[in-house]
C-alpha cells in the first residue's frame, strides 16, 4: 500500500513538475504573438521567461532519464567499477561548484586528508558530490559557509558536505532522498531544485556499496555524510 501511494504520489509530481514550466511557456509564448513582436523590450522579456522554464524542464527530463537509465539491471550490471582515489575527485567537484558559490560570496572550504580508494565510477562518483555541494549553494544564503572533506577512518573512506545554510525540519528529514520530494516547494523553484538532485545521489551511493547519512537543523545548517568501504 506504501509502494502504491509513493507511486501515485511521484506520477502526480511528476506531471505537476512538468506542467508548471510548460503554463508558463504556453503563456509567454502566446504574448509573443499577439504582440507580434512590435515591443523589443516585451520580446526580449518573455524570450528570457521561456528559455528559463525550457531549461528547468530540460534538467527534470535529464534526471528522470538518467535515474531511470541507471534503475535498470542490465544497466547497473555494464557499469564499469575501477579504483578511484575519492579526496581527488572531492576536490574536482568542489573545484566545479566554486565559480557557483563565489557568486553568493560564500566560503567554500576543502579538506582532504587521504589518498584512499573505493570502488566505483569515476564521472558518477563526482556527480554524488557536485549534487550535494550544489544543494548546499543552493540552500545557504549570501555570505555563508560550506565545507566539504574526505578522510578514512578504519578502512571506511567518510566525506561530509556542511553549510551553515536554512536547514531542514525533523519531520522532512525520513523524505529528502524521495523523488520530487522538497522540504519547501517554492524555495526550490526559485533556486532551480526539482527534487531529483538527492534521488539520484542515494541510488549512486548504493550503487558504490555506500551509506548516506543526514543531518539537520533549521536556521543552523546540514551536514550530509557518505561512507565507503576503502579498496586496497
Known amino acids: ?3 502504491r501511494q509513493r507511486q501515485s504520489e511521484f506520477v502526480g509530481n511528476a506531471a505537476h513538475e512538468l506542467r508548471t514550466p510548460l503554463t508558463s511557456i504556453r503563456g509567454f509564448a502566446e504574448l509573443l504573438a ?3 513582436f512590435a515591443d523589443p523590450a516585451t520580446s526580449r522579456h518573455c524570450a528570457a521567461v521561456i528559455e528559463k522554464e525550457s531549461a528547468r524542464m530540460e534538467r527534470l527530463i535529464t534526471g528522470l532519464l538518467e535515474l531511470a537509465h541507471l534503475d535498470s539491471r542490465d544497466m547497473r550490471q555494464k557499469i564499469e567499477k575501477e579504483p578511484v582515489e575519492a579526496g581527488r575527485i572531492v576536490t574536482a567537484a568542489a573545484d566545479a561548484l566554486a565559480g557557483k558559490a563565489q557568486k553568493k560570496s560564500q566560503q567554500l572550504n576543502v579538506r582532504i586528508e587521504t589518498d584512499a580508494k573505493l570502488l566505483a565510477r569515476e564521472d558518477l562518483f563526482q556527480e554524488i558530490i557536485q549534487n550535494l ?3 548546499a549553494v543552493k540552500y545557504t544564503p549570501e555570505g555563508g559557509k560550506i565545507a566539504v572533506s574526505c578522510e578514512e577512518k578504519d578502512s571506511i573512506i567518510e566525506i561530509e558536505v556542511q553549510d551553515n545554510g ?3 525540519a525533523p519531520e522532512h528529514l525520513p523524505y529528502i532522498f524521495d523523488r520530487f ?3 519547501d516547494k517554492a524555495r526550490a523553484r526559485q533556486s532551480g531544485g526539482n527534487g531529483i538532485g538527492l534521488s539520484l545521489v542515494k541510488f549512486l551511493v548504493k550503487l558504490f556499496e555506500g551509506k548516506i547519512s543526514v543531518e539537520s537543523e533549521v536556521g543552523k545548517g546540514t551536514r550530509f555524510i557518505v561512507r565507503f568501504p576503502e579498496i586496497s
Open 34 to 36: 499577439e504582440d507580434d
Open 1 to 3: 500500500e506504501e509502494l
Open 181 to 183: 520530494y522538497r522540504v
Open 133 to 135: 555541494l550544489d544543494n
Open 166 to 168: 536554512i536547514g531542514i
